[in-house]
């Protein structure tokens, strides 16, 4: 999870620039079943997402209008190798 975020925030930086858009912040929560049924990943591997998981990415952007933020989140899904890598296991919202 923690290299999603960083991985995210790297190139969501960059697109919003290209796509000139106030985007203040791209916020990343694990959300649904987890492992041995506890919040969060396991102590010994914390950036694990278990499989049930489902990795919710909120994006604040207040000007954005929806198609904007979509197009936003299918660049960074495309762009950042690890959302890339998760595929449909990223669900993109605007905040």
């Keep these: 999870m923690t290299l ?3 991985c ?3 190139h969501a930086a960059a697109i919003a620039t290209e796509m000139g858009m106030d985007v203040r912040s ?3 929560e694990l959300a ?3 492992q041995n049924g506890t919040a969060g990943a396991e102590k010994s591997n914390e ?3 278990p499989h049930e998981s489902k990795v919710v990415a909120y994006i604040e952007a207040p000007q954005a209008t929806e198609e904007e ?3 936003f989140a299918q660049r960074l899904q495309k ?3 690890m959302a890339r890598q998760m595929g449909s296991s990223v ?3 605007k905040k």
């Design 32 to 34: 649904g079943a987890t």
């Design 26 to 28: 791209v916020r990343i």
């Design 4 to 6: 999603l975020q960083q």
């Design 47 to 49: 950036s694990a997402v």
């Design 79 to 81: 762009e950042c190798p």
């Design 91 to 93: 669900e993109w919202r």
């Design 8 to 10: 995210s925030n790297a």
């Design 69 to 71: 933020v979509v197009m």
